[in-house]
C-alpha cells in the first residue's frame, strides 16, 4: 500500500506560481510511476502530468505543456508539479496519483493505470 500526502495548493492571482509537493510512503519510491491530475467543478478528473519510474520521462496535458513541470526526488520520496503563469482554469483540486506501473505515453495520461491516489490539494487561481 502506498499513501501520498499533496500540499502545496493555494490562492493566487492569474500569471503566478505555486509548487505542489506529494510526499509518498509505503513503497520504494523509485519504483514507482507518479503523476498529477486535476478535478475543477463540475468536471472529470483530467491527466495533468506524470513521470515515469526508472529514467523518468515527463508526459505533459497540451493545456499546462510549457507552464508547468514535473519533478521528483527520489530521496526525499517526492514529487513535484511547478506550476507557472497560472490561468484561472487551472482551478482545481489537484491530485498526486501512483502506480508499479511502468506507463507507455498513452498509459500515463489514464487514470485508471494508477493504483494509488493522495486526497487532494485546492488551487484557486483568480484573475
Known amino acids: 500500500q502506498v499513501q501520498m500526502v499533496e500540499s502545496g495548493g493555494g490562492l493566487v492571482q492569474a500569471g503566478g506560481s505555486l509548487r505542489l509537493s506529494c510526499a509518498a510512503s509505503g513503497r520504494t519510491f523509485s519504483s514507482l510511476s507518479m503523476g498529477w491530475f486535476r478535478q475543477a467543478p463540475g468536471k472529470e478528473r483530467e491527466f495533468v502530468a506524470a513521470m515515469r519510474r526508472g529514467a523518468g520521462s515527463a508526459y505533459y496535458a497540451d493545456s ?58 485546492q488551487v484557486t487561481v483568480a484573475s
Open 64 to 121: 499546462v505543456k510549457g507552464r508547468f513541470t514535473i519533478s521528483r526526488d527520489n530521496a526525499k520520496n517526492t514529487v513535484y508539479l511547478q506550476m507557472n503563469s497560472l490561468k484561472p482554469e487551472d482551478t482545481a483540486v489537484y491530485y498526486c496519483a501512483a502506480t508499479t506501473n511502468f506507463l507507455t505515453t498513452a498509459q500515463a495520461m489514464g487514470i485508471a493505470w494508477y493504483d494509488y491516489w493522495g486526497q487532494g490539494t
